[in-house]
C-alpha cells in the first residue's frame, strides 16, 4: 500500500493566520491527491481534488500545490469555520489511503 | 440532488456481522463506483474499498479483506457493506462515498451521514 504521511498531526492557530499542512506520498503519486475537512458529527467534506483543483463551491482562501511526493494544502487566511481535521487521500492506486489528519485548533 | 442516505445505528456483539445500507439519488447510481471509509473514536479517516455498482466489481484494502462484502441492488439505487467476525475495534462511524473521476484522478464528491456501528458484549 502506499503510505501517506501529514505534518503536523495538530496545530494551534488564530483567525486570519495563515496554514500550511504537508502530506508525503511514499512513491510517487503523480497529482492523484485529494484533501478532504472533517468537523466532528459531519461527513467528510472534498477541499481539493488532483492536488490543486478547488471543489466547486470551496472558498477560495484553500489552495493545494505539489512538489514530486510533497504535497501542500494551505489555507491563506483561516475563518473560524475552519477549525477541523483535514485529510488527505491518494488515488494513485486503486486501493486508495489516507493521512493520518492534521487537527487544526483554535490558538 | 444527489444524496447518500445511510442505514440507522447498529449494536452487535463481537463475532457477529453487520450490514450497512447506503441509498443513492440525484443521480444515475450505476453510474459512479461507491467506496466506504470508517473513523473509529479519536482516530482517523480509514479507507475499506470501493464497489462499481455497474459491474459489481469490488476493491478492498487489505486490512479488511476477507472480513469486508461490498454488495449492490441497482432496482434500488442502493450499495451495502457488510463486515464480518466484529471485534470491538470495528466500533467506529462508516461512511459510503460517492466516487467521481476527473481525467484519470478519483475522488469522493459526495458523502452520507454515517453510520455508528458499535461492537459490545
Known amino acids: 500500500d502506499i503510505q501517506m504521511t501529514q505534518s503536523p498531526s495538530s496545530l494551534s492557530a488564530s483567525v486570519g493566520d495563515r496554514v500550511t499542512i504537508t502530506c508525503r506520498a511514499s512513491q510517487s503519486i503523480s497529482s492523484y491527491l485529494n484533501w478532504y475537512q472533517h468537523k466532528p458529527g459531519k461527513a467528510p467534506k472534498l477541499l481539493i481534488y488532483?492536488?490543486?483543483s478547488l471543489q466547486s463551491g470551496v472558498p477560495s482562501r484553500f489552495s493545494g500545490s505539489a512538489s514530486g511526493t510533497d504535497f501542500t494544502l494551505t489555507i491563506s487566511s483561516l475563518e473560524p469555520e475552519d477549525f477541523a481535521t483535514y485529510y488527505c487521500q491518494q488515488s494513485y492506486s486503486t486501493l486508495l489511503t489516507f493521512g493520518g489528519g492534521t487537527r487544526v485548533e483554535i490558538k | 440532488q444527489v444524496q447518500l442516505v445511510q442505514s440507522g445505528a447498529e449494536v452487535k456483539k463481537p463475532g457477529a456481522s453487520v450490514k450497512v445500507s447506503c441509498k443513492a439519488s440525484g443521480y444515475t447510481f450505476t453510474s459512479y463506483e461507491i467506496n466506504w471509509v470508517r473513523q473509529a473514536a479519536g482516530q482517523g479517516l480509514e479507507w475499506m474499498g470501493w464497489?462499481?455498482?455497474?459491474?459489481?466489481?469490488?476493491g478492498y484494502a487489505q486490512k479488511f479483506q476477507g472480513r469486508v462484502t461490498m454488495t449492490r441492488n441497482t432496482s434500488i439505487s442502493t450499495a451495502y457493506m457488510e463486515l464480518s467476525s466484529l471485534r470491538s475495534e470495528d466500533t467506529a462511524v462508516y461512511y459510503c462515498?460517492?466516487?467521481?473521476?476527473?481525467?484519470?484522478?478519483?475522488?469522493?464528491?459526495?458523502w452520507g451521514q454515517g453510520t455508528l456501528v458499535t461492537v459490545s458484549s
Open positions: 488532483a492536488a490543486s
Open positions: 464497489m462499481n455498482p455497474n459491474s459489481g466489481n469490488t
Open positions: 462515498a460517492r466516487i467521481a473521476v476527473a481525467g484519470t484522478v478519483y475522488y469522493s464528491d459526495y
